[in-house]
T-cell receptor, first 111, second 116 residues
């Protein structure tokens, strides 16, 4: 059974204070490691897909990296508008492809 | 691009009635659509996967006779909650995947269902 564990559960930062979120996983046949952002009462917003160890992707203040066992979402000089829950998910399966989500990290950035 | 809509965004119904939720891919053809539910402060739990023109595949523990899923076209899937009960109150979210675009799933804004 695929498993995804995210840490910390909650993170409070001051504006401009860089940090990282962790996503560790076990999966049989990885078909993508996904990061999403979810605001309260809304559906997840797609951020990144990583497919192989060593891969990195960036978008504005966010950078996602991937190893064989975990992924990190680095947030550089965050702003209050970066406050949200960040979800990590792994994809697996062929014809029965599906995503397994972690519980998320609630990020709060104070001005 | 990759926009998914859901309707309604929220609904209140009485116990014993049925509710239909629509999920549409607005700018791409969704070969596969997924339905999730999310309880407060919990992560997304996959309920079922549907491919256009085929019967949905339900996750273990999800009652297929209670949660009816139809994926009649490449842009529309519906979830009908039959004989709803208060314990069915939750946040229902759909996602869509375009087969030719990799494994990314794009999510709708969600539907808040409250059963009284």
């Amino acid at each position: 059974e695929d498993q995804v564990t995210q840490s910390p559960e909650a993170l409070r930062l001051q504006e401009g204070e860089s940090s990282s979120l962790n996503c560790s996983y076990t999966v049989s046949g990885l078909r993508g490691l996904f990061w999403y952002r979810q605001d309260p009462g809304k559906g997840p917003e797609f951020l990144f897909t990583l497919y192989s160890a060593g891969e990195e992707k960036e978008k504005e203040r966010l950078k996602a990296t991937l190893t064989k066992k975990e992924s990190f979402l680095h947030i550089t000089a965050p702003k209050p508008e970066d406050s949200a829950t960040y979800l990590c998910a792994v994809g697996s399966g062929g014809s029965n492809y599906k995503l397994t989500f972690g519980k998320g990290t609630l990020l709060t950035v104070n001005p | 691009g990759a926009v998914v809509s859901q309707h309604p965004s929220w609904v209140i119904c009485k116990s014993g009635t049925s509710v239909k939720i629509e999920c549409r891919s607005l700018d791409f053809q969704a070969t596969t659509m997924f339905w999730y539910r999310q309880f407060p402060k919990q992560s997304l739990m996959l309920m079922a996967t549907s491919n256009e023109g085929s019967k949905a595949t339900y996750e273990q523990g999800v009652e297929k006779d209670k949660f009816l899923i139809n994926h009649a076209s490449l842009t529309l899937s519906t979830l009908t909650v039959t004989s709803a009960h208060p314990e069915d109150s939750s946040f229902y979210i759909c996602s869509a995947r375009e087969l030719s675009s990799g494994y990314e799933q794009y999510f709708g804004p969600g539907t808040r269902l409250t059963v009284t």
